[in-house]
């Protein structure tokens, strides 16, 4: 899925202006509208740069009416128009701005509070998971860390930070252990038996317990060498299998 953005901003002369901004991928718009949040007034797209920092109005559109057509098929079509504006960008799908703009430009930029996600299609862990953690209260354990962790996890992922996703996966996992009455996450994969579920949270335990482990240990303590692969969101991506955990620490800890 594509996204298309059309924006008004104050010129220079003080007159408004009509900026639209075609074929975004889901990155692409994630780092647009972290840079809208945060009060940075230059995104830079396909070799040009567009200036932000006095947008007045703004609007997001997906590209669900026209499923599979690239940056080059949008590009095309907005050519073959002799007025470019003359084509509304509810031709290309829906308006989502509000899925994605939560407030006006910079509205996140003076804050010195820990940053949030928002969005929920942007979290690496889903945010009714972190809700339904912060709602427990527990007499024997405090889920204040737990629940720190999650949030540094979003933010890393919204942010492409893939090496802290990796650490952070890990930190939770190794966190864990005690809520089950085992001492490290090797023997929660390979002894805990999850009621009515066993066999398929097992299965997940393990995926998180070895090639998550490989892949973080590989981030975090490989030395420095002549040339390096970065890790990409596909081969830290254990988000199922992260929240089947998750779930199932929420399940034990409101018996």
Known sequence: MLYNISYKKTDFDLSTKSVRIYGLNKKRLNEFIIKYERGIDNFFYCGKSYYIGSILEIKVYDTSYKDGITKEGIDDYIIKNTKIFAV????????VTDEFIKGPFGFK????????????????????????????????????????????????????????????????????????????FDEVANNYKSEGNSRSFTNSMKHLNSPMRFISDASIHSQIRKSEILPNETQIDCKKELDVLLGEVIRVLKL
């Open 109 to 184: 930029k003076e804050t010195n509070e820990l940053l949030t996600i928002t969005n929920k299609t942007l979290s690496y862990i889903d945010l009714t998971r972190v809700e339904e953690l912060k709602n427990i209260t527990n007499p024997n354990f405090d889920l204040k860390k737990l629940i720190r962790l999650c949030e540094e996890l979003n933010i890393a992922y919204q942010n492409t930070c893939y090496y802290s996703v990796g650490a952070l996966v890990r930190a939770i996992i190794d966190h864990l252990p005690p809520v089950f009455q085992f001492k490290n």
């Open 88 to 95: 509304s960008l509810s031709e290309f799908g829906i308006d």
